[in-house]
């Protein structure tokens, strides 16, 4: 991060320290002996109970199962490190081969009008699977299922998603068959319309991107102006009543040299309530990697604000007797984290969002017409995303249910061109192999986390649309219900499916998503008009409200702050932040 004052040996220092915490077998077996002999209060069994959950994530018990863990760790970080040794590289339109990074294959697979370079990228990205494939990955697949077996699990999914998510491999595909059969229907659908509205070669991996992809990105940015998103996603929130319960969010959002090429959100403390029940509210950095006058940049700013910051109003409202709920590494779920997250970031494509939050920099509306657009274009090949999610779990699947004798890499390689086939309709734009997921341990089998959370933020979305009056936008009653219901309990009981079954009444189910994809153009189109209008007609006069969300933001940049909303409220800060980005980027401000 090129912060002063960071020290490489400090971090390994307090790395090694919480390995060593979550690793303690006597602290385990300390626990165990309360729960059995211990005079304990019922609080304090529940705190008692989520540390021997917690540390059971983390302490191997049986000594070859040990062993295992430490030889297939060491084979991971080999095959890691040499996964350096691939080049990334693409021929360009005149033949030359040029080098470059993982992002720019995928942008110009997007965006580059020339077929031939599309199609070199493609193949760079099939290139992942051999590589990996010679570099020792089935051996890792071979001991990651001895590993699981050793601890009685089926195999090394079943044991991942039992720790990730509290219920088997077995639950986990029933309910994946029936989103997968569900939508089926709808994939053959938006792939005979694609033929039909963009021709055959439309449907080849290295040309779907690219012909869905078109000019809205660049026609809908001045509505998204950079700058502005802090306050819109403030405001936005605020309105929903979100509170964070007297956090500290500090936000370093702007790319510069030297920065982690990567954007993340971090805890460096969970909070929690202490025995004589004083509340440690969470803090919380915040990081991405915006260049403000780039074109695009003010609707992602906007919408990881909205994800991120979901996590973040999430994270700071689990009021629990230990800190052990509200860490984000294991045993929180993944679905249940994501599901807060893109319940938020999803509210930036309603409608009735974009009509109060979509302004430009002379304060005026996105007009009717682009969303309209954007409905038209998007809406009927939104099950390729849905199919392309749930192809990693299926192949993951298959790959660890794979016979030890059969796991070689000609097969693997076969086994991930049939899911494609089956799941995807064809090889993968975004081929199996190169899901960056697949690789780490902790990464691993874990991606039906997202199907999953995306299932729950429609059956989410659905049950707030169905009481009520009706509305998510700008409703306080969604902030009230979000807390009460999802984030206090942290990652302790009811864990992921019984907060989704006490919040909207029903178990987990596909329905409320496949039917939302199922829905024709032309009535989104008129739903969705007269939502834009209903919220014209009623949002104008608001916008200068004072913003509350119980949070000290810090903008930062670097080691520099440039600005702090304890001295002057949330809406100040974020003005002074303006400021700091005209004089930073001042095309942004000819922009105006
Ligand atoms: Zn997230």
């Known amino acids: 991060m090129n912060l002063k004052g960071n020290s490489v040996e400090n971090l390994n220092t307090s790395f090694n320290a919480l390995e060593t915490f979550l690793g303690d077998q006597t602290t385990l077996e300390k626990v165990r002996e309360l729960l059995k002999h211990g005079t304990v209060s019922e609080e304090q069994r529940i705190v008692l109970n989520q540390i021997e959950k917690t540390l059971k994530c983390y302490i191997v018990e049986s000594s070859s199962a040990k062993a295992l863990r430490e030889s297939m760790m060491k084979k991971e970080g080999a095959l890691q490190k040499s996964r350096n040794n691939l080049k990334t590289q693409y021929t360009d339109k005149d033949g030359n081969v040029v080098d470059t990074t993982p992002t720019v294959i995928r942008t110009k ?100 991107g690219f012909a869905l992809s078109g000019e809205l990105t660049k026609l809908t940015d001045p509505y998204y102006p950079f700058e502005y998103a802090p306050e819109v996603w403030g405001r936005s929130f605020s309105k929903m009543n979100i509170k964070y319960k007297g956090a500290t969010m500090r936000l370093d959002l702007c790319d510069r040299k030297g920065k982690y090429p990567n954007g993340f959100c971090h805890w460096p403390t969970a909070p929690y309530k202490t025995q004589d029940d004083t509340f440690i509210p969470s803090e919380t950095n915040f990081t991405s ?85 954007s409905i038209k274009e998007r809406h009927p090949y939104k099950v390729f995303q849905l199919r392309g999610m749930i192809a990693v779990p299926y192949f993951e699947k298959a790959l660890y249910e794979m016979d030890e004798k059969d796991l070689t890499p000609e097969n693997v390689l076969k086994v991930a061109d049939e899911v494609e086939m089956k799941i995807q309709g064809g090889l ?165």
């Not at 260049?291 to 991120?308: R, V």
């Not at 009230?480 to 984030?487: G, Q, S, T, V």
Request: overall charge negative; hydrophobic content about 35%.
């Open 428 to 592: 993968a734009g975004r081929p199996l192999m190169s899901v960056p997921h697949i690789l780490a341990d902790e990464s691993s089998c874990y991606y039906h986390g997202y199907v999953f959370a995306e299932m729950a933020v429609h059956q989410t979305r659905e049950y707030f649309f169905k009481t009520g009056d009706g509305t998510i936008v700008d409703n306080p009653r969604v902030g009230k219900e979000l807390i009460e219901n999802y984030w206090v309990h942290g990652s302790g009981n009811p864990g992921f499916l019984g907060l989704v079954n006490n919040l909207t009444g029903s178990p987990l189910k596909h329905n409320a998503w496949v039917k939302e994809l199922g829905v024709e153009v032309e009535d989104l189109l008129k739903e969705e008009k007269a939502e834009y209008e209903k919220a014209l007609a009623s949002a104008s006069s608001s916008s200068k409200d004072e913003i509350d969300l119980e949070m000290r933001a810090i903008f930062v940049h670097g080691d520099d702050v440039i600005s702090d909303s304890k001295e002057s409220g949330f809406v100040e800060a974020c003005e002074k932040f303006r400021g700091w980005i005209y004089q930073e980027w001042p095309k942004t401000k000819s922009m105006a």
């Open 109 to 208: 697979m997007r965006s580059d009008p020339v077929e031939s370079v599309r199609k070199s990228c493609w193949e760079m990205l099939r290139k992942n699977g051999p590589f990996l494939l010679d570099n020792g990955f089935c051996d890792i697949i071979k001991e990651r299922n001895r590993f699981a077996r050793e601890l009685g699990f089926e195999d090394f999914y079943d044991l991942k998603v039992t720790n990730a998510e509290g219920f088997s491999k077995k639950k986990c595909f029933e309910m994946l068959d029936g989103l997968e059969h569900a939508t089926k229907p709808l994939l053959d659908k938006a792939l005979e319309r694609l033929k039909k509205e963009k021709g055959e070669d439309a449907t080849k991996p290295w040309n779907t």
């Open 289 to 373: 990697l915006a260049t403000p006058d780039e074109i695009g940049s003010g609707n992602t700013a906007l919408t990881t604000l909205m994800h991120e910051g979901g996590h973040a109003a999430h994270f700071s409202n689990i009021v629990q007797g230990s800190p052990l709920f509200s860490q984000e590494r294991a045993p929180f779920s993944v679905a249940l984290a994501e599901t807060q997250s893109m319940f938020l970031d999803a509210l930036c494509e309603d409608a009735s969002w974009q009509a109060r939050y979509a302004k430009n920099r002379k304060g005026e509306t996105i007009p009717w017409e682009l969303i309209e657009r």
